[in-house]
């Protein structure tokens, strides 16, 4: 698991990566630990820190979601294995918990996804395996407040493994990744769905990220002798 982000507190870039040990066999015990290593751009190495508190083995391929200064996973917390949102904040380099909205399932929300969405930490369920056409997106509108979580619905785009909302290009449109094969816009006043064409994009795409447009370059010039 990765995550990359910048903390704000110390003007730095940070790259997190969370690995495990998982030993199981019939003649040793099982060990389970979730190593966390950190990137700093600013100081140039990687450092080993504490490990996670938590249980990452469901979601491990996935990348830590950056809001609010905060790399957030989906994880499970020991030893009940109850669901929760850690946030990793970059500052800190601290875990902290993210409250989930209280209709989920505590048992099981492990299996949704996080993603952004107009600059909101958002919770992606579908509640299906294979084929489906309907997810649930949660989204807390304001950071940390429970009571914040507010839910819209994309219905009627069929999908098989995954549908995942990229962006508001209105207050009432979202873009959706289907499947890593097509972009669509789902209106959601008309509850209805249209493709979305983009010049030069390929037949099949592994992944599809928004970004915001700066004009200050992670990259230090001194770090690698450029001339500024």
Avoid: Q
């Avoid at 080993?48 to 950056?66: C, T």
């Avoid at 009432?172 to 030069?200: A, F, I, P, T, W």
């Amino acid at each position: 698991m990765y995550g990359f982000g910048y903390d704000y507190v110390n003007d730095d870039y940070k790259i997190v990566v969370i690995s495990r040990y998982d030993h199981d066999n019939e003649y040793e015990p099982d060990v389970l630990d979730m190593f966390m290593d950190i990137y700093s751009l600013k100081v140039g190495s990687w450092k080993r820190i504490k490990s996670s508190p938590y249980d990452h083995a469901v979601p491990e391929l996935a990348s830590g979601v950056f809001v609010n200064g905060a790399l957030h996973w989906l994880a499970s917390k020991k030893p009940d294995y109850v669901s929760v949102i850690g946030a990793f904040v970059l500052s800190d380099e601290e875990f902290v918990e993210v409250p989930a909205p209280k209709s989920l399932d505590k048992g099981k929300f492990v299996f949704n996804k996080l993603v952004v969405v107009k600059g909101c930490l958002c919770m992606v369920v579908d509640n299906l395996e294979g084929y489906g056409n309907r997810i649930d997106v949660w989204m807390m509108k304001e950071y940390g407040v429970e009571e914040s979580w507010t839910k819209f619905c994309v219905d009627g785009i069929d999908f098989y493994d995954f549908l995942k909302p990229l962006c508001l290009i209105r207050d009432d449109e979202v873009v959706v990744n289907v499947d890593g094969e097509k972009l669509m816009v789902y209106n959601l006043e008309e509850e209805r769905s249209r493709d979305l064409e983009v010049d030069g994009i390929l037949d099949r795409f592994d992944s599809v990220g928004t970004f915001v447009e700066s004009l200050v370059s992670p990259v230090d010039p001194n770090l690698f002798g450029i001339e500024a």
